[in-house]
């Protein structure tokens, strides 16, 4: 019963912006942390942003600081990434991930225990 459900992706120009959400299903995001990652083609899985239960501490990939940011509404029990700038590096499969705690891994990439089907990014002119 329990699922993540990733929507906002698509086709998006250079310099332009695109906001990705997740929504849970079946149980409450309140006090997990929850992580963005991404796969493209001939790249190395990276994990992309991570927001604490709490909300107050988030971790990014440096090739997206400055320019993506993650957010949660747990009234709506929702996880936001708006990505502003984007360039063609960034086109990928966007996932969200629930760990089975409240804080981020020292390394952002892994340490979810449960994960979308993600959300196909394309950014191209």
């Known amino acids: 019963q329990s699922r993540l459900v990733e929507s906002g992706g698509g086709l998006v120009q250079p310099g332009g912006s695109l906001r990705l959400s997740c929504a849970a299903s079946?149980?409450?995001?309140?006090?997990?942390?929850i992580g963005w990652i991404r796969q493209a083609p001939g790249k190395e899985r990276e994990g992309v942003a991570c927001?604490?239960?709490?909300?107050?501490?988030?971790f990014y990939a440096d090739s997206v600081k400055g320019r993506f940011t993650v957010s949660r509404n747990d009234a709506e029990n929702t996880v936001t990434l708006q990505m502003n700038s984007p360039t063609p590096e960034d086109t990928a499969v966007y996932y969200c991930?629930?760990?089975?705690?409240?804080?981020?891994?020292?390394?952002?990439?892994?340490?979810?225990?449960?994960w979308g089907r993600g959300t196909q990014v394309t950014v191209s002119s």
């Open positions: 991930a629930a760990s089975a705690g409240s804080h981020c891994s020292g390394n952002i990439t892994w340490g979810y225990h449960y």
């Open positions: 079946g149980f409450t995001l309140d006090r997990l942390a």
């Open positions: 927001i604490a239960s709490s909300g107050g501490h988030t």
